[in-house]
């Protein structure tokens, strides 16, 4: 289906955990959902969450990033205790979270490859309230390039690409934010198998570049891939 073996879908793992913590979580909970939960992350780890729907998975990951608010939690980044209780606080401290849900909360369907990847950061392509789009095009087409996104211009419009072409978009959007922790739930939905594997290495890619990855799948295979 995809033109090659399904044994050489995995390439070797070039991330490599250390004993650098970036996301310490303690007593994370909220009644009737979730919890207590608490875990490390560490520097070059992809941590995978398993669980099957209604399990909490995505609830976890939406209170740490402040969309929901858990009755208690202890959030340190390194060993700096931080206050999230919005996602703007969370953004501002670099944390991410790609929603399962990408059409819906993730990208503007309707506006090109290049508004989507500067969307969560317009001020740095801004001057006296007017956007420099030759800038905005230069920064979308390095990520075009970097992440590999298939489009035949960065003016397309994201509703006409694949899904996992839209997916490696809001990837780009959340780095050029300058996101250190991403939170990827079911990042690979909806995805053909193809493009699945290509967003697993990618994933392992920003891991060994000392981003902070969270894997929230389904089930347990998903997780260790």
Not at 189 to 201: C, L
Request: net charge positive; charged share 25%; hydrophobic share 40%.
């Amino acid at each position: 289906m995809v033109g090659r073996s399904l044994a050489d879908a995995y390439p070797p793992r070039a991330s490599v955990p250390t004993d650098q913590v970036l996301l310490r979580v303690r007593d994370l909970q909220r009644s009737g959902s979730f919890g207590p939960v608490s875990f490390d992350l560490r520097k070059g780890e992809i941590l995978g969450f398993a669980g099957l729907m209604g399990a909490g998975r995505t609830e976890v990951a939406r209170a740490i990033f402040g969309a929901e608010r858990p009755d208690s939690c202890s959030i340190l980044l390194g060993d700096t205790p931080v206050h999230i209780c919005s996602p703007r606080e969370a953004i501002r401290h670099c944390i991410a979270y790609l929603s399962e849900d990408r059409k819906k909360d993730g990208l503007a369907l309707s506006m090109p490859v290049s508004a989507n990847i500067t969307l969560a950061n317009v001020r740095a392509i801004a001057s006296r309230g007017f956007l420099r789009f030759s800038e905005e095009t230069a920064i979308a087409e390095r990520y075009v390039r970097k992440l590999g996104i298939r489009t035949p211009t960065v003016r397309q419009i994201a509703r006409n690409l694949s899904g996992g072409n839209q997916q490696k978009i809001v990837i780009s959007k959340w780095l050029y934010r300058g996101s250190r922790i991403l939170f990827f739930d079911q990042p690979t939905r909806g995805i053909d198998v193809g493009a699945k594997y290509a967003i697993y290495g990618l994933m392992d890619r920003l891991a060994a570049d000392g981003v902070g990855v969270v894997l929230s799948a389904p089930n347990c295979r998903s997780c260790s891939a």
